[in-house]
């Protein structure tokens, strides 16, 4: 069984019925799309059983709604698993991971500030990287409309 | 435990000429905490990214540093050509290795010379950089700059390397510069001062680093053996082969030691890659745009660079993540600096190696109505333009 098949078939039996579908562009990249409730399940599971990074996380504005991207490594098989959930725009907000992988603390705040996706539970959500004077209810890299 | 005062250092360090800041507590001589703020320095790398051709970024994205400015633009078009399914040439991938290991090397010893000259070691600091120098000449030669090389473009590389003239000039700059750095790595651990100002101190401890996902050689000298060029080896590491860099100490030395020995071997990589370098193209053509999403990334000096791309299948990207090094290792310096005296943070700081540059690259630009609000710069930039109206 490939690396990637036991990744996916554990998240499967952990998730359950919030695990969606994966897919691969090649033995090193695999999609797991997964509902946004299972986050936290999921990163115990890449962090502790599989020994996952967090290399960093990717929201991509989708006009109605917010992918997000987890990109995790591991670094012993040279796999990079993206762990890819949505958000609707309207009050977007994701549980925070920063308690089980202090790694995302930065990562966190950052989409935070730039996409305006608030991640409940944040120990520190104040202001990571634009100017105290920056307005609260604009998100540079969110698309207008 | 009283926090008895609090000193800011920066927005510019005193050591690194860059801007962050670093608010520290002390009780006394004791660095109690650290509160690190970014912000300083954004250029909006990723909204401009998205708003420009795929043939413009490689060219943006180099820009994003200046050390490693090689770097960002691999790692991009290895984002696009795994996002388009192309396959670089062969000898491509060897000459993206080879200016890869370069840059590596000259970035090493300007870490290492900035280091030496923080404990005030200014000796030191100087032969450092006196063998940085040669390998910056080496990159004039091969791509015209000594920084920002602009070799990488989408299929391949932009300019070749001559089999004779600069292999020979290559090889015998290595060749020139291999026994200084032996010596130099023994002025660093043979010396009982120099030893002294940096055994033991800004340790960071395996679980610390596996935690916060610290990256390169602040990982690998914490008994993390992780490398890109290892682990998922792209370009031409998989035919050369890389031998990781690893000590288990975590303390400033292993770091320095981690940097040094890995110079050593990127001399040994580069002499591998230019006796098994193939003929052939060094460019592809690609033909077409395919929506898809595409994962690149690159062991940079200061550890994994990782760019995600999510094409749409028109000629501007729909989304460039851009997750340089240094913004997963400078975080690290709070558990490192916590107890340590005050004499040592700024060597703390700088030797995880922390490029602002390359950790504060996002957001701020547009938004033009709310620019009232935003008061000084803007006012001032006003007044500049209305003073020189006339001119």
Redesign the interface.
């Known amino acids: 069984m490939s690396h990637i098949a036991l990744l996916v078939e554990k998240l499967r039996s952990v998730l359950g019925d919030r695990f969606q579908r994966y897919s691969t562009?090649n033995e090193?990249?695999a999609?797991v799309y997964i509902r946004k409730e299972g986050i936290r399940d999921c990163v115990r599971v890449l962090f502790d059983q599989f020994g996952a990074?967090?290399?960093?996380i990717?929201?991509?504005?989708r006009n109605f709604k917010f992918d997000v991207?987890y990109?995790f490594?591991i670094?012993?098989?040279?796999?990079?698993a993206?762990v890819c959930l949505s958000t609707p725009k309207q009050a977007a907000s994701l549980d925070s991971v920063t308690d089980i992988?202090?790694?995302a603390?930065?990562?966190e705040r950052?989409v935070q500030?730039?996409f305006g996706i608030k991640f409940v539970g944040h120990p520190s959500p104040g202001?990571?990287?634009?100017?105290d004077?920056?307005?609260e209810d604009?998100y540079?890299?969110r698309r207008i409309g | 435990m009283s926090i008895e005062a609090t000193l800011p250092i920066g927005p510019y360090h005193p050591a690194l000429k860059e801007p962050e800041f670093f608010k520290l507590f002390l009780d006394g001589e004791k660095v109690v905490d650290v509160a690190i703020r970014l912000g300083y320095t954004h250029r909006g790398i990723e909204y401009l990214a998205q708003r420009k051709t795929y043939n413009e970024i490689p060219f943006l994205v180099e820009r994003i540093c200046g050390i490693c400015s090689n770097v960002h633009p691999m790692c991009f078009c290895q984002a696009v050509e795994e996002a388009w399914g192309l396959q670089v040439p062969d000898r491509a991938r060897y000459i993206r290795t080879i200016v890869g290991e370069l840059e590596r090397i000259h970035s090493h010893l300007l870490w290492a010379g900035v280091a030496a000259h923080i404990i005030g070691y200014d000796t030191l600091f100087m032969h450092f950089w006196r063998h940085r120098e040669p390998v910056c000449e080496i990159f004039e030669v091969l791509t015209g700059n000594r920084q920002n090389y602009a070799m990488n473009c989408i299929g391949g590389v932009r300019r070749d390397i001559d089999p004779t003239k600069h292999k020979a000039l290559i090889l015998e700059t290595l060749s020139q510069i291999r026994p200084s750095l032996v010596r130099l790595e023994k002025a660093v651990t043979e010396d009982p001062v120099v030893r002294a100002r940096i055994e033991n101190i800004g340790v960071l401890s395996k679980d610390q680093a596996r935690k916060l996902c610290v990256v390169g050689p602040v990982a690998r000298a914490s008994g993390l053996a992780i490398d890109v060029r290892k682990d998922e080896p792209y370009a031409a590491y998989k035919e050369v082969g890389v031998d990781v860099k690893v000590l288990t100490e975590g303390d400033v030395l292993s770091r320095t030691l981690v940097r040094l020995l890995e110079a050593l071997e990127s001399i040994e990589i580069i002499r591998r890659a230019l006796d098994a370098i193939p003929q052939g193209p060094i460019r592809l053509e690609p033909k077409q745009i395919v929506p898809g999403d595409g994962i690149g990334k690159v062991e940079a000096p200061r550890g994994e660079d990782i760019h995600y791309v999510r094409s749409n299948g028109t000629d501007i990207p729909e989304r460039v993540k851009i997750r340089a090094p240094s913004y997963m290792n400078v975080p690290s310096i709070a558990p490192q600096i916590k107890g340590a005296s005050l004499a040592d943070a700024s060597l703390i700081i700088a030797a995880v190696d922390p490029c602002f540059c390359c950790t504060e690259r996002i957001a701020i630009v547009d938004v033009k109505t709310k620019r009232e609000s935003s008061v000084d710069f803007e006012s001032l930039a006003r007044s500049w333009r209305r003073k020189n109206k006339h001119r």
Request: aromatic content about 8%; charged content about 25%; hydrophobic content about 40%.
């Open positions: 562009i090193r990249r999609y990074r967090l290399s960093t990717s929201a991509v504005d991207l990109h490594t670094d012993q098989e040279g796999l990079v993206s992988l202090p790694a603390n930065w990562i950052e500030e730039l202001k990571l990287l634009t100017s004077d920056w307005p604009e540079p890299l």
